[in-house]
């Protein structure tokens, strides 16, 4: 059987005692909902869950700063107006509080870092790719070094990791959002339009600003000032597409055909939002150096429909800066 030659591994107590399949049921429904199966060879880990940190011998401290953590990726918005300046929470775009395949699961990090990260040409901590997505995903400024909040978050992210290998060979199976085959047709601003109006904006709304009910973020918006901004990795077409492929819509995974998907993360990402925080202050020179991160994006660009110059504004949202002091190259000096 194909699975007998994967790596399975997980942080469930039940494992350990030898049940493997009690695991690995958990995986099933997955592929019911259209999810690749895994492949030879490749690294499969089912990261605990919040019953499973309940059973395990761990100290009450260590279980308060997990719980912590993951408190704090589920309700980022508690972190509003000081870490945190959009509607976006960490789960948003991390599904089932980070756990879930194909959707930027969070363990990978835990056992591949630190590593060299080709977004900002250096090694990179743990704790450097948590300020990355504080920095463009949620448009903030990102929690200090070695704070109780950076080590609530970098404390669940290791904890779900439990039981999985260290800078494993192997490939790991469902990692990032996965990939969306390049589409046979340039992806078009007005077909996405179409597959918005059908498909999206019952929740996310129109004009695409999702919805708050008392205050509370039901449906995050997809563009403007309370959404991500232009560096981040959502903003790229080909990341953007396979998240949207494989997580939306909401409860229907991967019912979009390839097509589709890039065609409506080409349109999404045709509109506005705050300023790359590694602005120069010339948007054709940010994109020229950032070459490598905004070939993918339309940063830049002219938007054919309007002849609008996308990112040709000094507009950093609800946040007073364009960027946070606590990036910083790392010289071993
Ligand atoms: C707007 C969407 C979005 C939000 C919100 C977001 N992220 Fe991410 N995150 C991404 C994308 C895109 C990637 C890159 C996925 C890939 O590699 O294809 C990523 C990757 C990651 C990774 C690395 C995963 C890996 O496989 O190495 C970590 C860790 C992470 N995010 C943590 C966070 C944390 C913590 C927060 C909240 C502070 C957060 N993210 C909020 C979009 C988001
Ligand atoms: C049934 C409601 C629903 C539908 C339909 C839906 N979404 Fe979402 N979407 C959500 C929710 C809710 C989240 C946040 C995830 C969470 O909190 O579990 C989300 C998150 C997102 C995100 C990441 C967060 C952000 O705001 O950037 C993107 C991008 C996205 N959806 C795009 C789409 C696209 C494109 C479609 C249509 C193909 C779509 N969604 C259809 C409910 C929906």
Do not use: D, K, R, V
């Given at each position: 059987m194909k699975i007998r030659k994967l790596t399975l591994t997980t942080g469930a107590a039940v494992l350990l005692a030898g049940a493997a399949s009690a695991a690995w049921d958990e995986y099933k429904p997955l592929f019911a909902l259209g999810y690749a199966e895994p492949e030879e060879d490749q690294l499969v880990h089912i990261p605990p869950t919040l019953q499973d940190l309940e059973d395990a011998a761990m100290s009450p401290e260590l279980k308060d700063v997990v719980r912590r953590g993951h408190d704090l990726f589920v309700d980022?918005?508690?972190?509003r107006g000081q870490h945190v300046f959009n509607d976006m929470n960490c789960a948003s775009c991390h599904m089932d509080a980070g756990r879930q395949p194909f959707s930027a699961a969070l363990w990978p990090a835990a056992i591949t870092l630190p590593d060299y990260r080709g977004k900002n040409w250096q090694v990179n901590s743990l704790e450097e790719r948590v300020v990355g997505c504080f920095t463009y995903s949620m448009n903030g400024n990102p929690p200090e070094y070695g704070s109780d909040t950076m080590l609530a978050i970098t404390t669940y992210m290791q904890w779900l990791a439990k039981g999985a290998p260290v800078y494993p060979d192997q490939e790991i199976y469902g990692r990032g959002y996965g990939s969306v085959a390049e589409p046979e047709q340039e992806p078009n601003y007005e077909r996405g339009k179409a597959v918005y109006a059908q498909s999206c904006a019952i929740c996310h709304a129109e004009d695409g600003q999702g919805l708050k009910q008392d205050g509370q973020v039901v449906f995050p918006p997809l563009w403007g000032d309370g959404s991500y901004n232009?560096?981040?990795?959502?903003?790229r077409i080909n990341t953007s597409a396979a998240f949207i492929k494989h997580n939306m819509p909401l409860g229907q995974p991967n019912s979009l055909s390839d097509q589709e998907a890039w065609d409506v993360a080409f349109y999404m990402n045709s509109h506005e939002r705050p300023q790359d925080p590694r602005y120069t202050g010339d948007v054709h020179e940010t994109r020229e150096k950032h070459a490598n991160f905004h070939g993918r994006t339309l940063y830049g660009t002219v938007r054919e429909v309007d002849g609008h110059l996308l990112g040709d504004h000094d507009n950093t949202g609800e946040k007073d800066f364009l960027r946070p002091e606590i990036l910083r190259s790392r010289t071993f000096d």
């Open positions: 980022t918005q508690q972190l232009w560096g981040a990795g959502m903003s």
